[in-house]
């Protein structure tokens, strides 16, 4: 074995305890010196000696079997040692093949003793023995958790006293366990804050009283667990000490958790004669110790939400031995607190009352903090006014009585007139400053028993109760006036006016929707009629509503399936009689309605928004129709009338430029009609977008010229062609003076301003001679032809023509 001798050195230097073992015989042929130490033997005896004869148990011998075999080059294991001296040890084995030459092997054993780990494990497993006797052991319940306040252990009397049921005994479950006893407790919420509170200071002791539902009281006291210094957790014991408050020498004994406590807490005797109280008490109430003398719990507190007596109290407490509820508690000074009270009974072993105690707490902040809820929840945080929830429930309140007393009540729609333009000018914190400057006007015409609510942006409804048509009138007036009074906001005086739609009960509905709804309804009318109005409902009026929306329905419906056509009524020079132009006319045939007059559903149109998609498709379609004349050489210019809202529209520039280029138009053959008032409304931007047109080459026509807002600044300043005479003007000519003067007028305005002017209604000769002897360049009418479809109009300018170029 002199190959081994140079291994011997490094064997001894290692702490484990190391065998060579000869793979053929499981000999042990080296070992170091703290093998030898391990086994109580010397060197000697050990070298050559087989490692069977140091197996301790029969599965040993089964191990080096598999270690000769060579089924891993290293295997782990624990097992036990026979010592020289005969006794056992157990130990961790691990065995690695080693080659230390080519035809030299051996079996690498290093050991370690686990005989100290087991010592220590097994007085482990005595010392919790030992707790676990200790706290069975004890009278008081202890509960101990960890820094989380997970639930490491508790001992049986914790559960008798919690009465944890045993199913959350034997089936570990923190939460379900926490829970219960947060159940179990009066007051669930204050139990759980103050657990909370506790868990939060983590190096503090604590001692204060728990109450149970069932009537028992518990003193609770808490220390934090420490390891090394540190907190690991938290050991809370529980102890009845219900007889011990019902006896008055054990009563001393509690003195400095009774003291100490947050919660205000009373103690009375049999009949609530108060026997003491601690500092929470006096402070909570203003009462000191000796001004309480002779007086009953009775005297102090009593329920908030119903008439409660004494004899009332007693039965309550002699059948559940404790009450819990809000109570008025009574100060010193003579004003109420809101508090929530629980009253619990103590009895005595014979059942005998001995004392009450109460417990108070200040509900005075819950309370405000309640009502700023409340208010959020039924109030306009802007104006301070009840909202659509609070108006709702007082509406149906409203229904409810007067159904029952055969009375009237009012509900009124308000809507304030172009607040828009209040927004869009000065901004929305100056129009919030108008909205409660108008709340406030509201709030001071109506009624105590009236409620006024803001349903959003510039919506008001005002609850007139118990009135007739009448008596809301009366009110709706004087709201009216107050409102026309100038406001000031900001040193800037504006008048704000309103609309106004009444509904009354039951006339005009029966629940709040309908009433609501038809105010609603009266209150557009009131704005058709010229605003800063008041309109009763009727029926009509919903008539009316319905048959918008149904046209409305059917317009668009219609729209898509192809239902609209074009028809053109020709424009005619004067001095030639020759077809100039023709303007397109819309025309709609429904095959539920028939055919329906644009006097009817063009107002519909604008006043859905409709009107934008529909005059985008009328422009469309006359610029493809008048390319397709322009195409087979016809000279003519294509009017088409365009809306407010569809002038108004942000891509109204680039809708004409791209209906032109879609169809190859050449600019000066589409011709766009506009009123004046859409040229006077925002003249700045109107200007801007006049000059775009005006750059692309269109053509720009006044409409009803003499029925709006005549003007020569605007005249001066816009880029505009031509001026269209009002028909109203030309069916007294020639032998009405007035509209002989207003034609007149007109023309020669034109003429001065080198415009071109066109007469439209123009039916007999009469009135064609009159207005050519006036210098007027165009007209339209029936003395020519009505309006046509596109294919009559082209077969008429080829009659007039001769030719067609194609």
Known sequence: MMILRPWQALLDGMIEAVWLIDPIELRIVAANQAATAMLKMDHRELIGKSVVDLAATPEDQFFWEDVAAGFSNTIYSETTLLLNDGTTIPVERRVTRATLSVDTVFYLVAITSKAEQRRVEQELEYLLAEMRATLESTADGILVTDKKGRIRSYNQRFAELWDIPQKLMTRRNDVATLHWMARQVLDSAAYQSRIKAISDSVLDESRDI????????????????????????????????????????????????????????????????????????????????????????????????????????????????????????????????????????????????????????????????????????YGDALTGLPNRVLLNERIDHSISLCARENKTFAVVFVDLDRFKQINDSLGHDFGDQVLV???????????????????????????????????AEVIVQRVMNRLCEPIIVDNLKLTVTGSLGIALYPLDGKTKEDLIK?????????????????????????????????????????????KFKLQYQPQVDIPSGRIVGAEALLRWTSKELGSVSPAYFIPVAEETGFIVPLGQWVLNQAAEQAARWQAKGLDLVVAINVSALQFQSASFIDDVTRALNDVGLEPHRLELELTESILIQHLDETLVKLEALAGLGVRISIDDFGTGYSSMGYLKRFPVHKLKIDRSFITGLPHDESDYAITQAIVSMGLALRLQVIAEGVETELQKSCLEQLGCNEYQGFLMSGAVDSQRLEKMLIEENGTLTV
């Open 437 to 471: 400057s108008v709340a406030q006007r509201i709030r001071n015409c109506l009624r105590g028993s009236d409620t006024a609510a803001r349903l959003g942006g510039d919506e008001f409804i005002f609850l007139l109760h118990d009135t007739d048509a009448q008596g």
């Open 518 to 562: 038809n105010a609603d309804t009266a209150m557009y009318q009131a704005k058709e009629r010229g605003r800063a109005n008041f309109r009763f409902y009727q029926r009509q009026m919903n008539i009316d509503s319905l048959s918008r929306i149904k046209l409305d329905t059917a317009m668009r419906s219609d729209l898509e399936a192809g």
């Open 210 to 377: 728990v109450t149970l539902s069932n009537g028992t009281i518990l003193e609770r006291v808490s220390r934090p667990q420490l390891a090394r210094g540190q907190p690991i957790g938290r050991v809370y014991s529980f102890r009845d000490i219900t007889q011990q408050l019902a006896n008055e020498s054990r009563l001393q004994l509690a003195a400095e958790v009774f003291d100490a406590s947050i919660e205000a807490i009373c103690v009375a005797g049999p009949t609530g004669v108060i026997a003491t109280v601690n500092p929470s008490f006096e402070k909570l109430t203003g009462f000191g110790s000796d001004s309480l003398a002779s007086k009953t719990i009775w005297d102090l507190v009593r329920a908030a939400k119903h008439t409660l007596v004494e004899h009332d109290l007693r039965e309550t407490l002699s059948r559940t031995n404790a009450w819990e509820g809000e109570v008025y508690c009574r100060r010193h000074h003579g004003e109420d607190l809101i508090a929530q009270a629980s009253i619990v009974r103590v009895l005595s072993d014979e059942q005998k009352t001995l004392h009450h105690i109460v417990f108070l707490k200040d509900l005075t902040e819950k309370m405000a903090a309640m009502q700023r809820i409340e208010e959020l929840a």
